[in-house]
């Protein structure tokens, strides 16, 4: 069976542009009408599929919101108490090195005491307090 160009024309540039129906892309060939009834079937199924009832829908997101919800309340507990587990062995961290510093002070000012003295006790030397 011959085409004329003018048809074949507009057969190639339907088969080019893809046709849009909701979510659904397909690129449509135009081969008899059997087959554009089969096409046009399953574009609307897929639509319908996708257009779900909006009461089993909401019912199925807030069960799935409220699973989530409940594991993230889980893993919130599990963090807070390992948070205040690090931030009491950080403390108990910060108060030995506040006394280890301490006494490292303690331990500078009596050797700065000591070196005073002997520079005081030399002979020839004279100390100068600043």
């Known amino acids: ?8 024309q507009k057969e190639l540039r339907r088969q080019e542009e893809p046709r849009k129906l909701g979510e659904v892309l397909l690129f ?3 081969e008899g009408k059997r087959k554009q009834r089969k096409i046009n079937e399953k574009i609307q199924s897929e639509i319908s599929d996708s257009k779900e009832k909006p009461k089993e829908k909401n ?4 069960e ?6 409940e594991i993230s309340e889980d893993r ?9 587990r690090e931030l009491q062995r950080q403390g108990k961290r910060q108060k030995k090195k506040s006394i280890k510093q301490m006494e490292k002070g303690m331990l500078l000012l ?5 070196r005073k003295r002997n520079r005081k006790n030399q002979p020839g ?4 307090m600043k």
């Open 1 to 8: 069976m011959k085409r004329s160009r003018k048809t074949y």
């Open 28 to 30: 449509v060939k135009f």
């Open 59 to 62: 019912r199925k997101d807030t």
């Open 64 to 69: 799935e919101f409220n699973s989530k919800y």
């Open 76 to 84: 919130r507990k599990v963090r807070e108490s390992s948070k205040n």
């Open 110 to 114: 009596q050797k700065e005491k000591y």
């Open 125 to 128: 030397e004279k100390f100068i």
